[in-house]
Structure formats: C-alpha cells, structure tokens
C-alpha cells in the first residue's frame, strides 16, 4: 500500500504561482510514473502533467509553458510549480502514480484562483 499525500493547494490571485507537492510513503520511490490531475466543479477529472521514471514528461495543452512537474527521488516526493496562474485553473488537484502496477491517489488539495 502507497499513501500519497498531497500539499500546497490555496488561494491565489491571477497571475501568480504555487507550488504544489505530492509525498509518498514508499521508501523506495520508483514510480512507473507521477502525475497530477484535477477536477472542476461540474467537470471530468483531467490529466495535467506527468512524469515517467526516466524523467520524460507530458503535459496538458491548457498548461504547457505555465506549469512544472519535478521530482525529488531523495525525498519521494513530487511537485507541480504552477505560474501564470488563471481562473480556469481553479480545481482540486490530485497526485497519483503507479507503483508495481497499480494505481495510488491522494486525497486532492484545493486550488482557487481569484481574477
């Protein structure tokens, strides 16, 4: 069992940033990948950003040159450094990832962005 614990989430005026952080409790961290989703009210939860265990990363369109996925293997943790924040981007953001072929999800952190 993987418990993945998601921080950082809040409220923030457009234009700015945050940074969210995804801790996992495996202490060995080798995800087949991370990734970060969200969900808006009344709207299907999408994929954001991912990152595979060779580093490659993949990133939603409505995100690309705004957002960042990284990873610090010493810390088994993951982030999204979100900038240019708009108020579109208001949602909960969820982590997940695959460790040994199954799939783990963390319990959301609120973001809202206020124009």
């Known amino acids: 069992q993987v418990q993945l614990v998601e921080s950082g989430g809040g409220l923030v005026q457009a234009g700015g940033s945050l940074r969210l952080s995804c801790a996992t409790s495996r202490s060995s961290f080798s995800p087949n990948y991370m990734a970060w989703n969200r969900q808006a009210p009344g709207k299907q939860r999408e994929l954001v950003a991912l990152?595979?265990?060779?580093?490659?990363?993949n990133y939603a369109d409505s995100v690309k040159g705004r957002f960042t996925i990284s990873r610090d293997n010493a810390k088994n943790t993951v982030y999204l450094q979100m900038n240019s924040l708009k108020p579109e981007d208001t949602a909960v953001y969820y982590c997940n990832g695959m460790f040994g072929g199954r799939t783990y999800w963390g319990q959301g952190t609120q973001l809202t962005v206020s124009s």
């Open positions: 990152i595979t265990s060779a580093g490659n990363t």
